[in-house]
């Protein structure tokens, strides 16, 4: 079996073998050591607000696929439930809905703890119904809103966003409301963590995104790593758009164009001064991926202007590099590379949580 190591000490550090991004049977690794053991985002909660909602969620299409219903039942509690009837495999719910139970096709029933409480024509099956006829519960925890679930997480949650939260907890982030008429869906010829690699460094940005470049005060461009999720500090050049920071905000007096946060391994939330965009990245193969782009407005008055105001053209040019890495990586004169210790300490951090997660 492959196994990975990057050196802690970045400046003596090589990046992960190329063989990571290039070998099916390591993909296939990620799915439960990397992906299975972190925290997914399943959306923001508001179908979920009261008491008898219930919502299918889909955990990381392309990979896990795992079918998910959140259910919020008559005391208030919101839980996490496989979508998957424990009689014969059957998605119970199909969209959001009010109900006061679960329902599958054979017309066994649930509670909206996941407790099943009804089935027809099994009389006489020995020991039945037991704990294995209930609905398995996924753990799940929201942040801010939004809703993550996790089939085996590593970490608890507020572990994992805590330090992201209170850098950022002064933003209003639960008010800001969703914009379907934004929402975007890529698709493109590259591994999944080359494109997160890209996201991790600000290195690469007067060289790919002239339009970017215009908005950002690259000099003071810096980043803080956390433990399982980093932050990018982007400020704004001379007349561009920028937070207003109340006194509670680290950078107070200071002029932010974009706080770009990474959540180990495949989530971006990307915080501008109209609101937040939320980025999730869906492996679909060795050498294809989805990003899904959601945008969450605070302010509808600053689309359109500043760091996060052309998102599209940014990233097509970003798809760009990742698919010419792609190809580049497949070459037999390359194998590894190095890391700047001022720009890529962020994929250091990222190569080096790869490692610690596939090493099980």
């Known amino acids: 079996m492959t196994s990975f190591e990057v050196d802690p000490d970045i400046s003596r550090a090589a990046t992960l073998d190329k063989a990571f991004y290039l070998d099916a049977a390591v993909y296939e690794r990620t799915r439960d050591r990397v992906f299975g053991r972190s925290w997914q985002w399943l959306g923001e909660l508001a179908d979920v607000a009261e008491a008898g909602s219930l919502s299918p969620r889909e955990m990381l299409p392309g990979l896990l696929d795992e079918p998910l219903l959140l259910a919020r039942d008559a005391a208030g509690g919101l839980r996490c439930l496989s979508n998957v009837c424990t009689h014969r495999g059957n998605l119970l719910v199909q969209a959001a809905c009010r109900a006061d139970g679960i329902r599958g096709y054979h017309s066994r029933r649930f509670d909206l703890a996941g407790r099943m409480t009804f089935m027809p024509g099994f009389e006489g ?16 925890a929201a942040f801010q809103g939004h809703g993550f679930a996790s089939l085996a997480p590593a970490a608890p949650l507020a572990d994992v966003l805590g330090e992201i939260g209170g850098r950022i907890g002064w933003l209003p982030i639960e008010t800001f409301r969703a914009d379907p008429s ?175 997660f596939l090493a099980g």
């Not at 099956?125 to 799940?140: G, Y």
Request: glycine share 8%; proline share 7%; with cysteine.
């Open 125 to 140: 099956a020995c020991d039945f119904p037991s704990a294995r006829d209930d609905l398995p519960e996924v753990p799940f």
């Open 182 to 356: 934004r929402s975007r869906e890529f698709v493109f010829d590259a591994h999944w963590a080359l494109y997160v690699e890209n996201y991790l460094e600000g290195l690469h940005i007067p060289f790919v995104h002239p339009g970017l470049t215009q908005t950002l005060d690259l000099a003071g461009y810096d980043y803080e790593l956390f433990r399982y999720a980093n932050l990018q500090l982007a400020r704004a050049g001379a007349d561009e758009a920028a937070f207003e920071l109340p006194a509670a905000s680290p950078e107070h007096g200071q002029r932010i164009a974009a706080y770009y946060a990474w959540v180990f391994p495949n989530l971006m939330l990307n915080f501008y001064p109209w609101g937040l965009s939320v980025n999730l990245v869906q492996p679909l193969g060795p050498a294809k991926t989805r990003v899904s782009f959601r945008s969450f407005v605070a302010d509808p008055a600053l689309l359109g202007v500043g760091a996060g105001g052309a998102l599209d053209p940014v990233e097509m040019e970003d798809e760009a590099v990742v698919q010419t890495v792609q190809r580049g990586i497949r070459s037999r004169l390359y194998s590894r590379g190095r890391y700047s210790p001022r720009h890529e300490r962020g994929v250091h951090q990222f190569h080096r949580l790869l490692c610690e």
